[in-house]
């Protein structure tokens, strides 16, 4: 792959992790139209980790957020960006349904997890490398 493929979106409400999964499976068909295959376990595992980041955003962020997605030749970058200067607090996974789960099967999907807080809130950056 010579360059990388990107794509963006804004995204708030209900259904802003089914949209986030769209721009997903519209990043790997992109990559595809390029003559760039993605594994089927990559893409599920991307599907998962952005579904995952955006749900906590608008869970625990007050809204909204961006979607910021590029395939390179070596890694699929996840970039999510909310409003909140709050960075995530990890838990322990609840039995009852409350949650707890999210951020550590983000981490296990993932070969780079970072913060990064700004002036108009943060982003969390989430990279899966690609099997070579």
Known sequence: MAASIR????????????EARREMHGLVADALLAGEAVSEATEADAMLVVSELVSNAVRHAGGGCSVDL??????????????????????????????????????RLTSELTVVCHGSGKTVHAR?????
């Open 70 to 107: 590029a395939l390179r030749p070596d890694a699929m970058d996840i970039d999510v960006s909310d409003h909140s200067r709050e960075p995530p607090r990890p838990r322990s996974p609840s039995p009852d349904g409350d949650g707890g789960y999210g951020w550590g099967i983000i981490a």
């Open 7 to 18: 794509r963006h979106c804004t995204i708030r409400g209900p259904w802003a992790a089914a």
């Open 128 to 132: 899966i490398g690609l099997p070579r």
